[in-house]
C-alpha cells in the first residue's frame, strides 16, 4: 500500500512529521510505503540526523506550502506544487491509495470534494470524530464540521457513513445509532431532528436506538451519533477542552482524561469518497503523525471505501 504524508503541514512540521515516521517504522515489521511530499532540503537532513531507514520511504519534492490563512480554492488552483495539491493529484491518479496531511484544513476539505469526487449515491461527505467512553470503548460523532447546515437526507446518510467506519475501524459488530437531540421521545427537537427520526427509524441498514441528549455522548448508550456539523463542531471543541483542563489541574495521566487527548486518534477522516483521507490537528505532534499512518493503513486494508461505494449502489 502507498500512502502520502504532507511533510510540511502542521504547526510544527517538517519535525514532527519526520519524527512520527520514526516512531511509525520502529514499530511496524511490514509498513507501508510512504511516500514524504515536502521541500526535500527540509527533509533530507532530519531523516539523516532521526536515523531514519529511508529504503520504505520516497520524497516527493514539493517546494510550495499553503498556509492556514490562504484561501483553500484559490491557493490549491495556484500553488500546484504545494505539499497538499501533489498529494491530491497522486491520490486521484492512483499513485497513492490514502493521503495525510496536517495543514490547510479547508485545502484538505476543498482538495478531496473536487479532485476525487464524492462516491456516486451520497449527496455530502462528511467528517467523524473518535468520542471515548467512559467504559473504555469508543463512539463515533459525525457531521463535526464539514457540513455545517444539514438536510434530513443527509443525515440519514451519516448514519450508513458511521455504521460502515464504527464496524470495520472501530470493530464493533452491530453499531448502535443514535440522532442527537435535545430529548430521547420520538418527536423532541428542532424540524431537522424531527424530519430526520423517521428516516433514520426505517433505515434497514442501520440499527437506529432512537434519540440521544448530550449528557449520553460519553455514555455507552450509542456507538454512533448523528447530528448537523454545526453542532457535532461544537461538541468536538469543547471535548478537546476537557483535556486541556485536565492538564491545568494534573489530571491528563488519569486513564480517562488521557483518552480526549487528539494525539491518540491522529486525524479526522473524510467519508463518502473515494480513497482514504485523513486530514490533522494543526499541532499534530509525532505521536498523532503515527497514528494518521496507522489508521490510513487500516482503512486501506480494510477496503472501507469500497464497503461504502457498495452500500450506496442503486
Known amino acids: 500500500m502507498n500512502i502520502g504524508l504532507d511533510m510540511m503541514g502542521g504547526d510544527l512540521a517538517p519535525l514532527e512529521a519526520v519524527k512520527g515516521l520514526q516512531v511509525y517504522l520502529s514499530g511496524n515489521k511490514g ?29 516527493i519534492h514539493a517546494p510550495e506550502v499553503i498556509g492556514y490563512h490562504e484561501s483553500p480554492t484559490k491557493a490549491l488552483k495556484e500553488k500546484q506544487r504545494s505539499s497538499i495539491a501533489i498529494g491530491f ?3 486521484a491518479t492512483g499513485k497513492l491509495d490514502a493521503f495525510i ?4 484544513t479547508g485545502a484538505m476539505l476543498v482538495g478531496a470534494m473536487y479532485s476525487l469526487k464524492p462516491i456516486e449515491g451520497v449527496l455530502r461527505p462528511t467528517i467523524a470524530t473518535v468520542v471515548p467512553k467512559l467504559d473504555g470503548t469508543h463512539g463515533l460523532l459525525l457531521d463535526v464540521g464539514l457540513n455545517v447546515d444539514c438536510k434530513p437526507e443527509q443525515l440519514n446518510q451519516f448514519a450508513v457513513l458511521g455504521h460502515v467506519y464504527a464496524k470495520y475501524i472501530l470493530h464493533v459488530d ?19 431532528s424531527q424530519a430526520t427520526y423517521p428516516l433514520l427509524k ?28 454545526f453542532t457535532g463542531n461544537v461538541i468536538l471543541k469543547m471535548a478537546e477542552s476537557i483535556y486541556d483542563v485536565a492538564v491545568k489541574r494534573g489530571l491528563q495521566k488519569d486513564e480517562y482524561f488521557s483518552r480526549f487527548h487528539y494525539e491518540n ?11 482514504p483521507v485523513i486530514i490533522g490537528h494543526g499541532i499534530s505532534n509525532a505521536e498523532a503523525f503515527r497514528n494518521m499512518i496507522m489508521l490510513a493503513e487500516r482503512m486501506i ?7 461504502i461505494t457498495d452500500q450506496f449502489k442503486g
Open 301 to 307: 486494508e480494510s477496503d472501507i471505501c469500497q464497503v
Open 89 to 91: 493529484q497522486m491520490l
Open 265 to 275: 486518534y491522529g486525524g479526522t477522516p473524510v467519508l463518502g469518497i473515494a480513497k
Open 101 to 104: 496531511s496536517a495543514g490547510n
Open 174 to 192: 452491530e453499531p448502535r445509532v443514535a440522532l442527537l437531540n435535545v430529548g430521547e421521545e420520538e418527536g423532541k427537537g428542532n424540524s431537522l
Open 31 to 59: 509498513p507501508a510505503h510512504i511516500f514524504c511530499i515536502g521541500d526535500q532540503a527540509a527533509i533530507e537532513p532530519l531523516f539523516n540526523e532521526h536515523g531514519i531507514d529511508t529504503s520504505f520511504l520516497t520524497i
Open 202 to 229: 426505517e433505515n434497514t441498514r442501520i440499527n437506529f436506538i432512537g434519540n440521544i441528549e448530550g449528557r449520553d455522548l460519553l455514555s455507552e448508550k450509542a456507538d454512533v451519533t448523528v447530528c448537523d456539523g
